[in-house]
């Protein structure tokens, strides 16, 4: 999914596949384990994610989370909350968002 939107690219980050677009991470897999995903919103985005889909989305822990790093849940993964969460994130990285990696 991550790949099918506009000049997203696939590379290795922390020993994981990373998502990136214009260089900026917008989502990684299988950290910290396989069955996780990661995508990279704003905290507000979180905030609407995680009330929505409380058994997909949850914070990443400590700082990133509370920056917006987001884990997917993938087993209790519903493929059109993905796909909304992965576009979210390629627009924050692909818009210039000012959340680091």
Same mark, same amino acid.
């Given at each position: 999914? +991550?790949?099918?939107?506009?000049? =997203?690219?696939? +590379? =290795?980050?922390?020993?994981?596949?990373? /998502?990136?677009? &214009?260089?900026?991470? !917008? =989502?990684?897999?299988?950290?910290?384990?396989? &069955? /996780?995903?990661?995508?990279?919103?704003?905290?507000?985005?979180?905030?609407? /994610? #995680?009330?929505?889909?409380?058994?997909? !989305? %949850?914070? #990443?822990?400590? *700082? @990133?989370?509370?920056?917006?790093?987001?884990? #997917?849940?993938?087993?209790? +993964?519903?493929? =059109?909350? %993905?796909?909304?969460?992965?576009? #979210? +994130? @390629?627009?924050?990285?692909?818009? &210039?968002?000012?959340? *680091?990696?």
């Amino acid at each position: 999914m +991550a790949l099918s939107l506009p000049d =997203a690219s696939e +590379a =290795a980050h922390m020993g994981h596949p990373g /998502f990136r677009v &214009g260089g900026k991470i !917008f =989502a990684t897999l299988s950290y910290p384990k396989a &069955g /996780f995903g990661m995508v990279a919103l704003t905290p507000e985005q979180q905030e609407l /994610f #995680v009330r929505t889909e409380p058994k997909t !989305f %949850v914070p #990443v822990p400590g *700082g @990133w989370g509370k920056k917006g790093s987001t884990h #997917v849940m993938l087993r209790a +993964a519903k493929k =059109a909350a %993905v796909r909304e969460a992965l576009s #979210v +994130a @390629w627009r924050n990285r692909a818009g &210039g968002g000012s959340q *680091g990696e």
